[in-house]
């Protein structure tokens, strides 16, 4: 059988009433209070951990005019997809258009309607080969860098991290080497089209392709100032049963017993509740003083 966690008596099969026959304390109950109060320190721990976590957050977004600016400047590229990013011309027998403009929209209908057997029969041409496979990654590469773009902007919630600046760059200079890997392959897909077919096909880059690409350097650029002039992240207080919760943890660590920080923390709770009743009877007295000098003026005794 077990013994009383108390005084140690051994239990026997006839003692069946919540009582230690021997010191009396309840067998239920024992012990209760304290483990309550090691899960409340124990709460009280894991809402400083969040609350530092909810902290960096705010920070990052708007610990500074800087970062609330990359909160636009990544907004902002993906704003420069929807212009035109390049216009083409072509004519045949039974088609033609003229300067029709190509956006972000337009490549990812292009893509999602594609006829990839279609095109793995031009990209393997002689004649046209290198155009339409250059034609291939300047889509995949113009839709990827957008992808990333919305990864940056969602990376900005751990901004404030220890990898923070660096994965905020590495997504910036992904997004922009996919950028401009889709420029220079829509080039070449121009010069290698137009340079067979001179009479029938013509592309230029638009001027949306140009500022998608100027709003990446910026945004870059931000996060690179952002980087070198570090965003100071302000804390909130928080603390265990009064003791500041780093603190608490230290004292844990360096093997402070448990019930000794529990008597600091009923002194500190204690004359914190004391300092709220002196402060509250300050001002109930106040109160009380401004309502007599009321009523004496009211009965004409004080002018």
């Not at 990359?70 to 902002?76: G, K, M, P, Q, T």
């Not at 258009?97 to 893509?111: D, M, P, S």
């Not at 220079?184 to 121009?190: E, H």
Request: aromatic share 8%.
């Amino acid at each position: 059988m077990a013994n009383c966690p108390n005084c140690g008596y051994k239990l026997k099969l006839t003692d069946w009433k919540p009582n230690c026959p021997k010191c009396g304390v309840n067998l239920n109950y024992f012990g209760l209070e304290e483990k309550l109060q090691e899960e409340a320190d124990a709460a009280e721990v894991e809402h400083a951990k969040i609350q530092k976590k909810i902290d960096r957050l705010k920070a990052s977004f708007v610990g500074s005019p800087v970062t609330i600016a990359r909160i636009f400047l990544s907004v902002i590229p993906l704003g420069m997809l929807m212009l035109p990013l390049c216009s083409v011309s072509y004519k045949g027998p039974f088609f033609e258009a003229a300067g029709e403009k190509v956006n972000l929209v337009t490549v990812y209908n292009t893509i999602s309607s594609l006829n990839f057997d279609a095109l793995k029969t031009l990209t393997g041409s002689g004649l046209v080969g290198k155009g339409f496979t250059c034609y291939a990654v300047s889509m995949i590469t113009l839709l990827l860098s957008a992808v990333m773009l919305i990864v940056s902007l969602i990376a900005l919630c751990a901004a404030m991290g220890k990898k923070g600046n660096v994965r905020n760059i590495t997504n910036n200079c992904v997004s922009i080497a996919l950028a401009v890997v889709s420029l220079v392959s829509f080039i070449i897909f121009s010069k290698n089209i137009h340079s067979v077919f001179p009479d029938l096909f013509s592309a230029k880059l638009g001027f949306g392709a140009i500022l998608y690409l100027i709003a990446l350097l910026a945004l870059l650029g931000v996060n690179i100032y952002l980087t070198i002039n570090k965003v100071e992240v302000k804390y909130k207080a928080c603390d265990v049963g009064g003791i500041p919760v780093d603190e608490y943890l230290a004292e844990l660590e360096n093997g402070t017993p448990i019930e000794e920080l529990h008597e600091r923390m009923n002194v500190i709770l204690a004359e914190r509740e004391a300092a709220r009743l002196e402060e509250t009877n300050r001002k109930l007295a106040e109160k009380k003083a401004k309502e007599d000098e009321e009523l004496a003026r009211k009965a004409g005794k004080i002018k």
